[in-house]
């Protein structure tokens, strides 16, 4: 059963740090094979994307807002994405999701689409406030 599991959110002041990891089980092929994103939603709000990476080295992509911020990472030993995340503020409060595509064959660049995705995991909680 494919499975994506986030962790790593919390409640954390103004300025500061968070790293979310995305853990993969169940996939056929590792995950450098698939298209990872990260999206998140806030109370009222619709699922906007954050940050994506391709498949094989097919760069990265990230939302204005979050530019020079936050910086998506994989690790292909662990199975695992990173979303390092810095100077928070309070306006990125919200449910963090990562999501995988159907397998990719070679490599493929990213997009914050979110009918790209076919997978998605649960979410964990990112609370920016003093």
């Known amino acids: 059963q494919v499975q994506l599991v986030e962790s790593g959110g919390g409640l954390v002041q103004p300025g500061g740090s968070l790293r979310l990891s995305c853990a993969a089980s169940?996939?056929?092929?590792?995950?450098?094979?698939?298209?990872i994103g990260w999206f998140r939603q806030a109370p009222g709000k619709e699922r906007e994307g954050v940050s994506c990476i391709g498949s094989r080295d097919g760069g990265t992509g990230y939302t204005d807002s979050v530019k020079g911020r936050f910086t998506i990472s994989r690790d292909n030993a662990k199975n695992t994405v990173y979303l390092q995340m810095n100077s928070l503020k309070p306006e990125d409060t919200a449910v963090y999701h990562c999501?995988?595509?159907?397998?990719?064959?070679?490599?493929?660049?990213?997009?914050?689409?979110?009918?790209?995705?076919?997978?998605w995991g649960q979410g964990t909680q990112v609370t920016v406030s003093t």
């Open positions: 999501a995988a595509s159907k397998l990719v064959y070679g490599r493929r660049s990213c997009d914050l689409l979110r009918n790209t995705y076919n997978y």
């Open positions: 169940g996939f056929t092929f590792t995950l450098n094979n698939y298209v």
